[in-house]
């Protein structure tokens, strides 16, 4: 870990907005989440779908959503464009890094498919099977099942899409945190996509190899913390209203 002033840091980090908000239940407070422990749960947080197995407490889950948000909106603010995914994902590592994450270097990856068509949930699955290990892809599985499942006039997944891709480009991440000897874990997949094809569904459509290129990237962070313990809430000030803005629940 980087030898900081985490929250001078903190409080100099500009952070920007998305195209578009979740549609927040009117009894939620602007910095509360409807994290429950003792079960899966998934949310659909900016550009990405973080996911929880049963052990991981409610602090811990909000830590993770909150810093997951945070790094994004800061990623964001630097970098808006379309055509600046690869500058928009390291700035997001290195926000995580420098708020008490330890985030492990990687490499995108191109994905040559071996069909001439190729179905992009099929991709996800299987990426991140082979990453994260079929322990805990059930819940993977489960989160764009329901995902899936949502009607296109669904306010989540409308916004969802509006957030992820223009008509051409898109760029979204799918994790999962976990808890490992008392110490959070999170595992991040990020994919990013270009299509001569119109994208309409980021994380459901059919397309042909020649038509659509998809790079990846699998990462792995565990969380400091001892350090992030003494920023907390000023991560939670920060964000402040944005935390029921940028981040919805996905009932699996």
């Not at 549609?23 to 998934?42: H, M, V």
């Not at 993977?140 to 009607?151: Q, R, S, V, W, Y």
Request: glycine share 6%; with cysteine; hydrophobic share 40%.
């Amino acid at each position: 870990m980087q030898n900081i002033d985490h929250l001078k840091y903190l409080k100099d980090l500009e952070i920007g907005d998305l195209n578009d908000t979740f549609p927040a239940p009117k009894d939620l407070e602007a910095k509360d989440l409807p994290t429950t422990e003792g079960i899966e749960q998934s949310f659909m947080n900016a550009k990405s779908i973080v996911s929880f197995v049963s052990e991981i407490d409610g602090q811990r889950r909000d830590d993770v959503l909150n810093s997951v948000l945070l790094a994004q909106l800061a990623a964001n603010k630097q970098f808006p464009g379309d055509d600046q995914s690869l500058e928009w994902y390291e700035e997001f590592v290195k926000v995580l890094n420098n708020i008490g994450w330890n985030i492990q270097g990687a490499e995108f990856t191109h994905f040559e498919s071996k069909d001439d068509v190729f179905e992009v949930e099929n991709v996800i699955i299987d990426i991140l099977l082979t990453a994260f290990g079929g322990t805990f892809i059930n819940v993977i599985t489960k989160t764009l099942n329901a995902i899936k499942g949502l009607a296109d006039s669904s306010g989540k997944i409308t916004v969802f899409e509006k957030n992820t891709h223009s008509l051409s480009k898109g760029a979204f991440q799918i994790g999962l945190a976990k808890q490992e000897n008392e110490a959070v874990s999170l595992q991040i997949g990020t994919f990013l996509i270009t299509s001569s094809n119109e994208i309409k569904r980021i994380l459901f459509f059919k397309t042909t190899k020649d038509k659509t290129s998809l790079d990846y990237c699998s990462r792995t962070g565990t969380l400091n913390e001892g350090i992030y313990a003494k920023i907390r809430e000023s991560v939670v000030a920060k964000l402040g209203g944005k935390v029921t803005e940028f981040i919805a629940e996905v009932e699996i």
